[in-house]
């Protein structure tokens, strides 16, 4: 699993827990944690276990930097699943330089921070060369999964 589908996953799970539509925040966890497992980078899982532990809380970690906080925040707000191809490309590469910005003059967590970009990384690859397995770059690929429909 891509980092990028795990905050999807996320995202979507916070807003419902947030709305108060999803009570059993443990269950929601539990159900995040197993995705994260699935995630290829040691990085990558342990952001995404970070994220999992402030779900349902009223505010992020003690222990999360200024920082790390502003590029959830960056990931978070910003929307890369809409629009023309070329919009998209230009909300990832221009949250991506926000991002790295923040490592930039973060401390011990810049490699975390800059980890969250991975997944922009793909989303960018998909939108300009396609899937692997797709013949025509940055096509849409309909019933795959629903970032892509």
Known sequence: MEFEQFKREYVAARAEVDAGELVDVAAVRARLRELAAGLTADTDRGVAYGLIEQLGTAEAPDDQSPEMKQALHILDSTVFETGTTEERLAAIGDARRRIWALADRAGQD???????????????????????????????????NRFFD
């Open 110 to 144: 810049s490699n975390a921070i800059r980890a969250l970009t991975r997944g922009l990384e793909t989303t960018e690859n998909l939108l300009t060369e396609g899937a692997p397995w797709d013949d025509q770059p940055g096509r849409r690929i309909s019933g795959v």
